[in-house]
């Protein structure tokens, strides 16, 4: 996969997570509240998209070849959080998405809860994969 | 020995089945020929120019424009380029990144790593890495979905 396709499917899928962590967020302060109503400016739903678009930048760190240990993969990921945490809060104040402490908390948790459910899926998915190839191998494998 | 060969319906349902009272150097050529590895290629060992068999290579690498050959406890030069060995030396041969090519029958196992990696170990225990972008080749080449 090349940078140009890698950074486009990851504007997609961080836009969508952007979108289900609103989705959420509303649906939680609807319930608690008992009403609960939308009134979005003009430009939200193309914001959502640039912080997406920005975010996947971030995922270029993660993909660089060079990076060969665990350890450098760890500390990469730890940047990669770090990173988009800031593009997630800067541009959430820029774009109005929250105005205090505790719209920031709640847009914060939402942060981590979706950074955490989307590393969960992708290390459960490659440990799926890793098994298949290992069981395909299994059959071809040369005598040692 | 007695040889019968059968019509089969598709490639898929393809097989052969030898039945020998022992695997002679004959047999073991007959399996790599039918297994598609039976090809050879020429390296060169202390200046003198040898055949070598693809079942007997491990990987080959491509370091500043130079290809060298690694079997299991030896290491060959070649003249022939990446691409080239690539055509010649069939199935079992995976481009594992931009200057490696892995025989896919001498990895013991794979390992996933966090960046979409593979970490492969082989049969004599070195390590090698399938790049990213060759994972889809090698689960395709396994018949992995």
Redesign the interface.
Known sequence: MNKAKLIFNHTLMISTAILFGLGVRTAVLFFATGSYMINWEWYIPLSIIAVGFLCSLASLLLYDDPATSRANMRVRICLHFLLVLAVVSISGCFFGWYSDLAGYLLILIMYILIYAFVWISTVWMLRTDEKKINEAINEIRDEE | MKVTVNKADSYENESAVINAVTVTDDIRNAVDILRGSGASIPVVSEGDTLMLRA?SIYYIESVDKRTYVYTKDACYETKHRLYELEEILGV?FLRCSKAMIVN???????????????SAEL?NGERL?I???Y?KD??KK???V
């Open positions: 079942s079992n896919i029958r001498k990895i013991r196992s794979v390992r996933a790593e966090l960046n979409a990696r593979l049969l890495i790049s990213r972008g994972v090698l689960k396994l018949g992995v």
